[in-house]
């Protein structure tokens, strides 16, 4: 049962623009909603979290969209730089089941100069 | 301080061979949690410690896999009858409980290929 799932599978953008990438889950009890960044080699990184009593947070050129009702949250990149060329993955958690991670399948980035 | 490490970063072994891979979490760290990243996938959840018992162990996929924290920190994923079915990165992760519960922090992860 894949309960988060996440779109597009790989994107491709030009430096300076906008990257978006989208999850869905289907879990209600779901209570905290992180999204890693993983290079070549590496274990993923978180980035930016959200829980689920605010619709939007924001660090630096990256903005979490969350919407309760249609169970879905996106991530935002904004000027894209090459340096974030990378694999995203959404993940969401719940307090009562030890916090472990459920992962979307990934979305490859590939920022262009 | 020092990140989650995971030791060895690449093992290759044959079907039927027992393996074990080590995971030395952040210290102070009391939750320590292992997921499994097939080729091309988002990690996936195998087993979660509080301390030194398995809180959950619900994602081991089979009675082949097995893991131990005995002090509380270092953890060990051991594997027995190795498949091929089973080569994939194994990622360790930890978290401090309760406060930071959530931010998972992860290791570079063990490459394991079975032949």
């Known amino acids: 049962q894949q309960q988060v799932k996440q779109s597009p599978q790989s994107l491709i953008v030009q430096k300076g623009g906008i990257s978006i990438i989208n999850c869905a889950y289907e879990n209600t009890a779901f209570d905290y909603f992180p999204w890693y960044q993983q290079f070549p080699g590496k274990g993923p990184a978180l980035l930016i979290a959200?829980?689920?009593?605010?619709s939007e947070k924001k660090e630096g050129r990256f903005t979490i969209s969350f919407n309760k009702s249609a169970k879905q949250f996106s991530l935002h990149i904004m000027d894209s730089q090459p340096g974030d060329s990378a694999t995203y993955f959404c993940a969401a958690s719940q307090e009562t089941s030890g916090s472990r991670l459920t992962f979307g399948e990934g979305t490859q980035l590939t920022v262009n100069p | 301080g020092a990140g989650v490490s995971q030791t060895p970063s690449n093992k290759v072994t044959e079907k039927g061979k027992y393996v074990e891979l080590r995971c030395d979490p952040i210290s102070g760290h009391t939750a320590l949690y292992w997921y499994r990243q097939s080729l091309g996938q988002g990690p996936e959840f195998l087993i979660y410690f509080q301390g030194t018992g398995a809180a959950d162990d619900s994602g081991l996929p089979n009675d082949r896999f097995f893991a131990v924290r005995p002090e509380g920190s270092v953890s060990t994923l051991k594997i027995q009858r190795t498949e091929r079915g089973d080569s994939a990165v194994y990622l360790c992760a930890s978290s401090s409980y309760p406060r930071g519960k959530d931010e998972q922090f992860f290791g570079p992860g063990t490459r394991l290929t079975v032949l």
């Open positions: 959200i829980r689920p009593d605010v």
